[in-house]
Antibody
Framework: EVQLVQSGAVVKKPGESLQISCEGFGYTFNFYWIGWVRQMPGKGLEWMGIIYPADSDTIYSPSFQGQVTISADKSNRTAYLQWNSLKASDTAMYYC????????????????WGQGTMVTVSS | EIVLTQSPGTVSLSPGERATFSCRASQSLSNSKYLAWYQQKPGQAPRLLISGASNRATGIPDRFSASGSGTDFTLTISRLEPEDFAVYFCQHYGGSLPGTFGQGTKVEI
């Protein structure tokens, strides 16, 4: 079964660093773009950026450029979303999602979604 | 950056009724096929319904259909089932990224 499995919910304090993960199963992870999507409490979906694990080519939304780092470890079939210094406004559900259903193709929709990782930032 | 505006924000309907939602782009999409629709139920991740403006994803019932081009796109549910009460998002993807989402339409009973 094709699926993305994300790391569990976390609670952090402002200023702390954090990395959350997204592991792919059941398909050739390296050759599909993976994206991250933010959903703040009670709000809509925001496209943060995407990465191609085979060569780590990464594209950020201007809204998130410099605020987070997207990376991937192709040997572990895992994508990551990282913050160096969290803010209370980073409190949200974060989803990873695969662009599919074709290899290499960046010009397609998110066809497989992870279950989401809830990040709470509070002092 | 393209802005997608969905309407209505919330719609109240009954099972068996027809539902139609709109997604309007701030500028004509470079490729009208780069438009997707997602369904999100409370406490769940979004699920892809439609890509390529009108192509149903695997396993999506044929009561869901979509159409449109340029700046105006529509999602239709021919007869609402109880499990269809959810929030629906449109998304522009590919081409000139980022892949923006609309703000969503909530379908409630």
């Amino acid at each position: 079964e094709v699926q993305l499995v994300q790391s569990g919910a976390v609670v952090k304090k402002p200023g702390e660093s954090l990395q959350i993960s997204c592991e792919g199963f059941g398909y050739t992870f390296n050759f599909y773009w993976i994206g991250w999507v933010r959903q703040m409490p009670g709000k809509g979906l925001e496209w943060m950026g995407i990465i191609y694990p085979a060569d780590s080519d990464t594209i950020y939304s201007p809204s998130f450029q410099g605020q987070v780092t997207i990376s991937a470890d192709k040997s572990n079939r895992t994508a990551y979303l990282q913050w160096n210094s969290l803010k209370a406004s980073d409190t949200a559900m974060y989803y990873c999602a695969r662009i599919g259903p074709y290899y290499f193709d960046r010009d397609n929709a998110f066809d497989i979604w992870g279950q989401g990782t809830m990040v709470t930032v509070s002092s | 950056e393209i802005v997608l505006t969905q309407s209505p924000g919330t719609v109240s309907l009954s099972p068996g009724e027809r539902a139609t939602f709109s997604c309007r782009a701030s500028q004509s999409l470079s490729n009208s096929k780069y438009l997707a629709w997602y369904q999100q139920k409370p406490g769940q991740a979004p699920r892809l319904l439609i890509s390529g403006a009108s192509n149903r994803a695997t396993g999506i019932p044929d009561r869901f259909s979509a159409s449109g081009s340029g700046t105006d796109f529509t999602l239709t549910i021919s007869r609402l089932e109880p499990e269809d009460f959810a929030v629906y998002f449109c998304q522009h993807y590919g081409g000139s990224l980022p892949g923006t989402f609309g703000q969503g339409t909530k379908v409630e009973i």
